[in-house]
């Protein structure tokens, strides 16, 4: 069974903070998605990637960067925690283009 | 956005009853899928029906699909308590890479 590890369940942040978000495949799949969930608002598209090294805009970059410098890992980075990225969290790798996400658990981030 | 939507947000039934959720989307897709969340958790995909597929059945699980309506259903059959969740659509787009979710239908079933 594919396993997708988010390091973190919950974590609390201060306003201006550089905080990492990991995330971890182990079925070797292309391509990773991170996502953020808020109330009435459903999913939404951070960034991308589909090969290490590379990466994609989602609908909601801004505030955000990310990293893969290995294929099973993808790190979201927030470079200045803002209140307004207090959120759910949501990782999710794929084998190919189009194929059914594997989500890990999500990480509940405060910013205070 | 090309988020689709997803009807009705909320959905309260008793149990042994049918369940019925909507989504509609904006543009043609390569295929569309329905995903599961419990509480608290991360989405678990249910089922994938492709743009040229009608219908697909997966256990008590049926979904349509109508590219003229742009639009598909999920209906859950004889349902329990344990249906319990949050249920999203999302769509891969013609020609595109990303999945993109609507907002969920949130069931509650009463036992």
């Known amino acids: 069974d594919v396993k997708v590890t988010q390091s973190s369940r919950y974590l609390v942040k201060r306003t201006g903070e550089k905080v990492f978000l990991e995330c971890v495949q182990d079925m070797d799949h292309e391509n990773m998605f991170w996502y953020r969930q808020d109330p009435g608002l459903g999913l939404r598209l951070i960034y991308f990637?589909?090969?290490?090294?590379?990466?994609e805009k989602g609908d909601i970059p801004e505030g955000y960067s990310v990293s893969r410098e290995k294929k099973e890992r993808f790190s979201l980075i927030l470079e200045s925690a803002s209140t307004n990225q207090t959120s759910m969290y949501l990782c999710?790798?794929?084998?190919?283009?189009?194929?059914?996400?594997?989500f890990g658990n999500g990480t509940r981030l405060t910013v205070t | 956005s090309q988020q689709g939507e997803e009807d009705p947000q909320a959905l309260s039934i008793q149990e042994g009853e049918n369940a019925t959720m909507n989504c509609s989307y904006k543009?043609?897709?390569?295929?569309l899928q329905w995903y599961r969340q419990n509480s608290g958790r991360g989405l678990v995909h249910l089922i994938l029906i492709r743009s040229n597929e009608r219908e697909k059945h997966s256990g008590r699980l049926r979904v349509t699909l109508d590219t003229s309506k742009k639009s598909s259903s999920l209906l859950i059959t004889a349902s329990r308590a344990a249906d319990t969740a949050s249920y999203f659509c999302?769509?891969?787009?013609?020609?595109?890479?990303?999945?993109?979710f609507g907002a969920g239908t949130r069931l509650f079933v009463k036992a």
């Open positions: 990637s589909y090969d290490v090294k590379m990466k």
């Open positions: 999302a769509t891969v787009y013609t020609g595109g890479f990303k999945t993109i």
């Open positions: 543009t043609s897709i390569n295929n």
């Open positions: 999710a790798s794929s084998p190919t283009g189009g194929s059914p996400l594997h």
